[in-house]
């Protein structure tokens, strides 16, 4: 019996992962389609590590309150994803993108 439950769970996981992959790429298509001028921008691997080493670092020196980060660690992680990645983003960019962070969180920890 538990190696059908654990059959099941790897299924569930894999579903689960296979969901989380989809919905990043659709983000990444509405980014890369819009037009508008909105800001909108497409995310990339450097990226993604560039602002979460930035997150990582200030969460481990206390700098996040009960609504989300202090101010000075957007502007850290606005200045850090530029220098490494050579792209232009504004806060809102990243508040953006810390929103999917946590929509992603709460998928994967739901499985």
Same mark, same amino acid.
């Given at each position: %019996? ?25 983000? %990444? ?65 990243? %508040? ?16």
């Amino acid at each position: %019996m538990g190696m059908i439950a654990d059959y099941y769970r790897t299924i569930k996981l894999t579903k689960c992962l296979l969901i989380t992959k989809r919905d990043v790429v659709n983000d %990444m298509e509405k980014g890369k389609k819009s037009g508008s001028g909105r800001g909108y921008i497409s995310w990339n691997d450097d990226m993604d590590k560039a602002l979460l080493d930035t997150f990582v670092e200030y969460y481990n020196k206390g700098d996040r309150c009960q609504n989300g980060w202090k101010s000075h660690v957007y502007t850290a992680a606005i200045k850090n994803v530029r220098e490494k990645c050579n792209v232009e983003i504004t806060k809102d960019n990243i %508040m953006s993108r810390n929103k999917t962070f946590d929509k992603h969180h709460t998928i994967i920890n739901d499985v």
